[in-house]
Structure formats: C-alpha cells, structure tokens
C-alpha cells in the first residue's frame, strides 16, 4: 500500500473498525495506554464490550462508567500506585447500574492467552495455579498432565480479539510501529487481533523504521489504520515524550467514587469535547510542561551494508 | 517528626530491606516492598538486581516508582522486556531468588487472598486479584510478604487463595520455597521447615505479645529464639525519608 493509506483519524478509525458487541483489547502495561482511543469509544457510544486488559486500569473504569461494557477480562484490577477503580468495583459488587461479568486470570495468564491467540494456537501451558482457587472460580483455566513427563501444566485458551488498539512512539503511514520503553504484551495483543488500530505519537517516513527494524514491534501487514495522535496516552505516559500524570490518578479515585461525579467528569472531558485535540488544549501547557522528561539517548548501532 | 521517632510503615520497610542481606536478584512489588528493594540496594545488598513484572531487568530507579510500570525504571537498566519473556524465561525459568508480594488475607501456612473479601460470585470486597503474584508465588525461589497485621488479614482460613503458599503444610516438588519471611507493621515471622506454619521470629520495638496476639486470629507459634526487631537506624531513615519517599507516600 502506498504510503498515507493507512492513516485515519481517531474517529474514522473507531467508526469503522470497533462494532457494538466487539471483544476489544486496548493494551499496554502502565506505559502507553491509549486513553484517546477509550474516549473515542465513549463518545461514539460503543456497547455491550467485552474488554480485555491485563490492567484494566483508569482507561477500562472511565469506559466501564460511561456504560460500553458488558464484560471485562483481566488479571489486576486496581488503580496502579493509588488503589481501587470504583466505577468497576460497583458493577462487581453492588450491580450498580448493572452487574458486569468478570473473566479472571494472573498476568502471566494472561500473557499466555495472547500468545497462544498470535500464534493460532488452541492454548498455551503454564506453570501457575497449582494451589490457586483461580481455576475454580475461572473453568477456562484446566489442569492438564504435560504429554511428555514433568507433571503438570494449565492450560488458558487462546486470546483472539476482535479489535486491539495500541500505542507507539512512532510509526510508519502502513502501520510498522515502533516501541521503547516497557514493551507489555502489545505485540502479542495485535498479532492475536482480527482488526488493529495503530496509534503513534508521531508518524515517520518508512526509512526510519527500516533504519532500525529491531525496534519494530508491529508490523503494518497485520494493521488496519494508523492514527496520528500525541499525547494520546495522558495520564498515562510515552516514554521519552511524557510522564505519566500521576496527579491525576489520584484524582481519579474521588471522581469515580461516586457516579454522578464520574458522569460529570465524562461530561466535561469526553463527551463535551469533539477530539483528542481539544482534550490536550484544555489540560493546558503548564500541565503538560510538568509532565516533559529530561534527555536519556542512546547510542546508535552500525546495522551494515551489504549490496 | 523527632529524631530517633519512626512510623510503624517504616519499620516495616527496615526489616524487610535487611532480610534482603546476600540475596541476588528480586522481583519487587509497587509501595513499601519497592522501597524496601531500593533501601537494601543502598545498604545490605548493593549487588541486588531488581527485576519488575512490567518487563525491566537490573532497574536503577532515580526517583521513587510511582507504579510498577514508572519510565524511570526503564531508563539506565539492563533490559525491558516483553511481559512473556519476563514470564517465563525469568520468572518461571526460576532466574528469581526472592519475589516480594503483598497480602489483604493470609493464613498460618503463608496461602495469600488478594481477589475478593466475601463469597466470589457476590464479593463483600473485590480486591484487585493476583496480577503476577499467583506465578511469583509458585516460581520465585523464595517469597517475602509485607502487609499490615490485623485479625482482619492474619485469619484462621482466607476468603480466595490467590496465590499458594505452604497450603496445608508442604508444597509440590519443583517449586520455588513459598513463603519464606512475613514483615508487619509489628513484627517479623518465618516459617517452620517441617510444618510449614508461620511462627512469630521478632517482635518490633515496643509491640507487645498481647499485641501480637490480639491482632492475630489463630493461635500463633512463637519461637524459641523470639527476640525485638533492631529498631531503624538514622542512616536507614535517612534514606527513606530524603532519597526514597521524600514525600511520605508510603511511609508516614
């Protein structure tokens, strides 16, 4: 595909590749969570998601309040560094509006779901559980002997979601997307996915990817649409472009301990602003000053030429 | 705060950064169990590699991790990682000396509940669940738990066994120890190699064993060599407080 076919805006993007029902994964461990793609979500009105996130983390609570969800599948629930994601723990614990069905497993579990989704596999072994409730209370977790000795082993079922939408640092108009930092298991996430959206804090010419191919973690011929959006992350971060916002995750715990506090909040942030642009004015410079890290290179590597 | 004074939280930390003397590489969890890697990193163990579930390998944090998953922890280490890697060529591959995990339940024989407070299906409390620690507290060679102490957490019998410890006394071969040191904000306690039940190694300075007990909902073993936590030093708290938490975050 020639270069600019890919590219979309957020909008578009989601209108056309996130359908009401869909299983949606958007990932990234702490580090580059794509809080615009949540939005967008939101304010177009998606429904009955099923939501996969290893962390379902602020994102997966701001989206869960605004009613999108029927289901979450996930293996750590919390505000990270802060506490609870409330607007989830109501729907979990009081069916407040409604209940929501929870599908749980450890982080590793977790991991091995995507895997086992990229590489087309009906599962993948692991060696936790043993001793845990966690396969009594999940039965899509099964004690399995392993068929060449050496005891036991789990098994989780493959992860294949319909829709993953990942963050990156930068990519290419076809999708090649390159990320630094804490790597998550975004590459596993868009390899198991039927549909994915790019999303990158800047976009490069395709010599720039080709330049350090190492850096690669997702190549464009599994990728839909590429969308064109810094600062994207905010509160979470990118790293070398932003911090993560760490005042507001602790913001967030009075804002989503009550629903009409959080639908407010949706108000003012989500569905009264039309982009992710107007999101990043309104924070304002200053708070985006604050969250600027100082330099960290690292030295380049000779590849070779060999013509 | 006077000199020589320190809050029960940094006790806690003190006495979990000393246990930390000769060990090599450690899995470290967000909030004191960080702050207690970084402090013996400083002090009893400057070799200690810190290795992040969030996929980083020999860490030197330059600032206090705000979570598990902070830039700073990526910058300047020696690798970042994908969450499978980490997984399973470290974690699971047996790489890891000593896991740190936190508890909201624990029982006699160290099994964590970090899932829910309540029947599962119809939670009193959901609690965030076992993230990395159901697989920590299986494959890591040892595991250290922080948690506070009440007998809201120190039960008779855990709602939801999230992450095994000694089970009913002994674990499945090929695993890693289990439990192997618990620190509250009143004592230190390790557990017997035969039975594998918790007993009671140290009390901190100015806890009492009715204290001990009143907080405790089993009848707790004491051991025979039962002595007082060394209280924090001024260098100890001189870290924490300037150059770890300067803030109080965790600690006051």
Not at chain 1, 288 to 303: F, I, K, M, Q, R
Request: hydrophobic share 40%.
């Amino acid at each position: 595909m020639a270069d600019g076919g890919k590219v979309a805006s957020m909008r578009d993007a989601v209108a056309d590749l996130v359908r009401d029902g869909d299983t949606v994964a958007i990932e990234g461990f702490t580090h580059l969570i794509c809080f615009a793609a949540g939005h967008e979500i939101i304010r177009q009105r998606k429904r009955d998601l099923t939501l996969c996130r290893m962390t379902p983390d602020v994102i997966y609570d701001q989206m869960v309040g605004a009613g999108v969800a029927r289901k979450l599948v996930f293996s750590w629930l919390g505000n990270p560094g802060v506490g609870s994601l409330h607007a989830i723990r109501r729907r979990v614990e009081r069916a407040e509006p409604g209940p929501l069905e929870i599908e749980e497993y450890s982080h590793f579990g977790m991991v091995c779901r995507y895997v086992a989704g990229a590489g087309r596999l009906p599962f993948f072994p692991l060696r936790s559980y043993e001793g845990s409730d966690l396969p009594r209370a999940n039965p899509r977790i099964v004690r399995l002997p392993s068929p060449f000795g050496g005891g036991t082993v789990y098994a989780v079922p493959p992860l294949n979601p319909d829709v993953a939408i990942v963050h990156c640092q930068r990519a290419d108009a076809n999708g090649n997307a390159q990320i630094w930092g804490l790597l998550g298991c975004q590459k596993e996430a868009a390899f198991a996915a039927e549909r994915v959206i790019v999303v990158c804090e800047e976009l490069v010419a395709s010599e720039v990817v080709r330049r350090d191919p190492n850096r690669t973690a997702i190549p464009g011929i599994v990728v839909d649409a590429v969308v064109v959006e810094p600062r994207a992350c905010h509160p979470s971060y990118a790293q070398g472009y932003y911090d993560r916002d760490n005042r507001f995750y602790l913001d967030w715990d009075a804002v989503a301990r009550d629903a009409d506090s959080l639908d407010s909040w949706l108000d003012e942030w989500v569905y009264g602003l039309s982009s992710h642009a107007e999101y990043v004015e309104k924070l304002g410079e200053d708070r985006w000053a604050s969250l600027a890290p100082g330099e960290a290179w690292s030295d380049s590597v000779n590849y070779g030429r060999y013509a | 705060m006077d000199d020589g004074a320190y809050t029960a939280t940094e006790m806690m930390i003190v006495a979990s950064a000393r246990l930390l003397e000769g060990e090599r590489v450690c899995f470290v969890g967000v909030g004191p169990p960080n702050i207690a890697c970084n402090l013996a990193k400083r002090t009893v163990s400057p070799d200690l590699e810190l290795v992040y579930e969030s996929g980083v390998f020999g860490a030197v944090p330059a600032r206090l991790p705000l979570s598990i998953g902070d830039p700073t922890l990526v910058t300047g280490s020696l690798q970042a990682t994908s969450m499978f890697e980490l997984f399973a060529y470290y974690l699971q591959a047996g790489l890891i000396d000593v896991g740190f995990l936190g508890a909201s339940q624990i029982d006699r024989f160290g099994n964590i509940n970090t899932t829910v407070i309540g029947d599962y299906a119809h939670p009193k409390v959901r609690l965030p669940g076992s993230g990395g620690a159901c697989e920590i507290a299986i494959n890591a060679r040892k595991v250290f738990v922080i948690m506070p102490q009440s007998k809201r957490s120190f039960v008779e019998r855990i709602d939801f066994t999230t992450s095994p410890g000694h089970l009913s006394g002994e674990r499945p071969i090929g695993w890693g120890a289990g439990p192997s040191a618990v620190v509250t904000g009143l004592g230190t306690y390790r557990f017997d190699d035969a039975t594998g039940e918790m007993v009671l190694a140290t009390t901190h300075p100015g806890v009492s064993m009715i204290e001990i007990r009143d907080n405790t909902a089993w009848d707790l073993r004491i051991a025979d060599d039962l002595a007082e936590t060394p209280p924090p030093s001024q260098e100890e708290l001189r870290l924490i407080r300037e150059e770890l938490d300067p803030q109080g975050a965790h600690t006051r």
